[in-house]
């Protein structure tokens, strides 16, 4: 499983470099986990509220989402 921890407060674009006591979010996925630092709780809830698209479950075009597929040409 590969681990990656980010430093930087994905909200502010600041670099933490106190991590104790500095509110966390750990993303567990089937290959990898992923654990962000945030500044402050505010900028961590500000992350946890955009709203993204799954690849997963729109594979064909992330920008207009079909399961239709056309023919190209």
Same mark, same amino acid.
Do not use: A
């Given at each position: 499983? *590969?681990?990656?921890?980010?430093?930087?407060?994905?909200?502010?674009?600041? #670099?933490?470099? !106190? *991590? /104790?006591?500095? @509110?966390? /979010? +750990? !993303?567990r996925? /089937?290959?990898? %986990? *992923? +654990?962000?630092?945030f %500044? /402050? %709780? $505010?900028?961590?809830?500000?992350? +946890? $509220?955009?709203l993204?698209?799954? @690849?997963?479950?729109?594979?064909? #075009? +992330? $920008?207009? @989402?079909? $399961?239709?597929?056309?023919?190209?040409?």
């Amino acid at each position: 499983m *590969l681990h990656r921890v980010e430093t930087t407060d994905p909200i502010s674009g600041r #670099n933490i470099t !106190d *991590l /104790s006591d500095k @509110p966390f /979010s +750990l !993303d567990r996925g /089937s290959e990898e %986990e *992923l +654990l962000i630092y945030f %500044e /402050s %709780e $505010d900028t961590k809830q500000q992350f +946890l $509220d955009i709203l993204i698209e799954h @690849p997963i479950e729109h594979r064909l #075009n +992330l $920008d207009k @989402p079909t $399961d239709i597929l056309m023919p190209e040409g």
